[in-house]
T-cell receptor, first 111, second 114 residues
Framework: DQQVKQNSPSLSVQEGRISILNCDYTNSMFDYFLWYKKYPAEGPTFLISISSIKDKNEDGRFTVFLNKSAKHLSLHIVPSQPGDSAVYFCAALFNFNKFYFGSGTKLNVKP | NAGVTQTPKFQVLKTGQSMTLQCAQDMNHNSMYWYRQDPGMGLRLIYYSASEGTTDKGEVPNGYNVSRLNKREFSLRLESAAPSQTSVYFC?????????????FGQGTRLTVV
């Protein structure tokens, strides 16, 4: 049973608007949550993370929100750009050593 | 600054053949991982190594073996390849700690078993 779930396989957004990617998890013992971005034929690259003791982390256009009571996190991209089009993976870190990934959401930002 | 290097990038195997996927990192990371990526399944952990000399099973270890040869290198072996092992394989490494801990990934190996 997947411990990290991304229920939306795809998302399409107009350039300049906000993109919101969602992720749910089942294990309340995760230490950190991370978002990775993946382009075709490349390995995933780290985007942003949040500690389990925080509820928000911001880095430029990217903000991650963590709702521990709902076991839910989201990634907000504002404003969205065509270069943001990629697959986004949510990941959770257990025991500071083991990463669990969701199934990914393919974001398409239309010019 | 190479980061995480995987070889080969592409491979086609016949059912029953064996092969080893190689991974090396030059970031002095303690932990290394092997993942497979399948459509709709995301990245699933096959095996990981928390430090040199130790290995542990992940979510989908059946049909695979690993070797942590030294701190830099972590190989994944398929002893008798099956079509179900057709996938894209990623190696990753990290330096675990109590701060932000991100894993760095290689470019991937696309394996097809026919």
């Amino acid at each position: 049973d997947q411990q990290v779930k991304q229920n939306s396989p795809s998302l399409s957004v107009q350039e300049g608007r906000i993109s919101i990617l969602n992720c749910d998890y089942t294990n309340s013992m995760f230490d950190y949550f991370l978002w990775y971005k993946k382009y075709p034929a490349e390995g995933p690259t780290f985007l942003i993370s949040i500690s389990s003791i925080k509820d928000k982390n911001e880095d430029g256009r990217f903000t991650v929100f963590l709702n521990k009571s709902a076991k839910h996190l989201s990634l907000h991209i504002v404003p969205s750009q065509p270069g943001d089009s990629a697959v986004y993976f949510c990941a959770a870190l257990f025991n500071f050593n083991k990463f669990y990934f969701g199934s990914g959401t393919k974001l398409n930002v239309k010019p | 600054n190479a980061g995480v290097t995987q070889t080969p990038k592409f491979q086609v195997l016949k059912t029953g053949q064996s092969m080893t996927l190689q991974c090396a990192q030059d970031m002095n990371h303690n932990s290394m991982y092997w993942y497979r990526q399948d459509p709709g399944m995301g990245l699933r952990l096959i095996y990981y190594s928390a430090s040199e000399g130790t290995t542990d099973k992940g979510e989908v270890p059946n049909g695979y073996n690993v070797s942590r040869l030294n701190k830099r290198e972590f190989s994944l072996r398929l002893e008798s390849a099956a079509p179900s092992q057709t996938s894209v394989y990623f190696c990753a490494s990290t330096y675990p700690g109590t701060g932000d801990t991100e894993a760095f990934f290689g470019q991937g190996t696309r394996l097809t078993v026919v």
